[in-house]
């Protein structure tokens, strides 16, 4: 076989895997071999939502081994980092997805598009449900369609808080708010239409392209000397770039052809104010920043928030072989080396 057949040839045994085609030809052992290497390179990955903050990690993250498409409300960030092939669309119109992902040719669509303000959601909550749960409902059928597997991102907020360790991914739900109905109507959208699919909850993420909490209090903290910031919720932070590392470590190891649910996030639990405190510390702010407590009552969001939401990512960390840093890790290599100011 010549080198150029023996790359087509993987290929071909995907595209007739998508159509549902058994080919006498491969064996087993020959696929799995291809999957995990040579296939890799040419199965098509794509990212809703990637201009966000964890879109633009994965178009880097993903690129040297997948094609990358994205589909955004808008093109990559100026300063971001985009996918090789970029489509605009929303996914909450039902035309959208089904006409990209058959444009696209897509393998395998991570759905990481959402309206993530938490607070917005409360105060207006059909478009919330628009955006997240019947988008959700778009991406799955458009996937269908085109017999692409789905990635859904999930967030920690479908849980109630009224644990004392660490989430695992069998825990009852119990969303307090409308943001977390709405990923949790998506997730259930998902596996139960989905023949192959994966949710991936993750929580509390901060990275370059996209507004987060640790900007927010470095920005703050450096123009006005002193911040405030909430003493009693507790969850795992999570660097936007790690997440997406973990989700090619899922990929990579096949997840996408089963079903299963999984919790990605940086290893260890804090408090807002300890991620704050951490933050300003690693930002060499410490001495010049006065730091006070706040109670989530004296804060008065719209939104209810779990008071503990962390997560158990040992599932993950089992599938893929892949430990996740700790979250203090994690959070020193972002403000110290990769922020930028
Ligand atoms: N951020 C967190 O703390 C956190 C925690 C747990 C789970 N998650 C989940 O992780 C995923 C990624 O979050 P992220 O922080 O990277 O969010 P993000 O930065 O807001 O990225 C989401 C992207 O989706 C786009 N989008 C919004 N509505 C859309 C629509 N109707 N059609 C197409 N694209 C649309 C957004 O565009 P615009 O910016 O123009 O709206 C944005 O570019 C989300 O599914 C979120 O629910 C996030």
């Known amino acids: ?15 007739s895997k998508k159509r549902g085609i058994v080919s006498g030809f491969f064996d087993p052992g020959t696929l799995a071999l291809w999957h995990s290497d040579i296939l890799t390179l040419y199965m098509k990955i794509l990212i809703t939502g990637s201009s966000g903050m964890l879109g633009t990690e994965l178009c880097k993250a993903l690129e040297g081994n997948y094609r990358t498409l994205g589909m955004d409300l808008k093109g ?24 990209v992902f058959a444009e696209s040719g897509a393998d395998l669509v991570i759905h990481a598009a959402a309206w993530t303000d938490v607070d917005g959601c409360e105060l207006d909550p059909d478009r919330a449900y628009n955006v997240n749960t019947t988008g959700t409902e778009n991406v799955c059928a458009a996937a269908r369609d085109v017999k692409a597997s789905v ?3 999930s967030t920690d907020f479908i849980f109630n808080g009224k644990k004392r360790t660490p989430y695992v991914e069998d825990d009852k739900p119990g969303p307090l708010s409308v943001y977390g109905l709405s990923k949790l109507k998506a997730e259930q959208a998902v596996a139960g239409t989905m023949e192959r699919y994966a949710v991936v909850r993750t929580s509390w993420l901060y990275g370059k392209n996209g507004k987060n909490f640790v900007d927010t209090i470095l920005d703050k903290a450096s123009r ?12 795992s932070p999570t660097y936007a770039k790690d997440l997406a590392w973990a989700l090619k470590a899922l990929i990579d190891a096949g997840v996408w052809e089963g079903k299963g ?14 991620l704050a405190a951490a933050a300003i ?8 920043v006065r730091m006070g407590g706040l109670t989530t009552e004296e804060l008065g969001r719209p939104a209810l928030r779990p008071g503990y939401s962390a997560m158990d990512n040992s599932k993950l960390q089992k599938r893929t072989g892949m430990a996740m840093r700790q979250w203090k890790e994690a959070l020193e290599d972002y403000v110290k080396n990769d922020r930028s100011f």
């Open 1 to 15: 076989m010549s080198k150029y057949q023996s790359v087509i040839a993987p290929v071909a045994a995907l595209r």
């Open 76 to 99: 990559p960030r100026s300063e971001g980092y985009g996918p090789q092939r970029f489509f605009e669309g929303d996914i909450a119109m039902t035309g959208d997805p089904g006409k």
């Open 261 to 274: 649910v999984y919790h990605a996030c940086n290893t260890g639990e804090c408090s807002w104010f300890d």
């Open 151 to 153: 990635m859904f991102i």
């Open 224 to 235: 006005e000397g002193a911040v405030k910031v909430v003493q009693d919720q507790i969850g």
């Open 281 to 288: 510390g690693y930002a060499g702010l410490s001495d010049s």
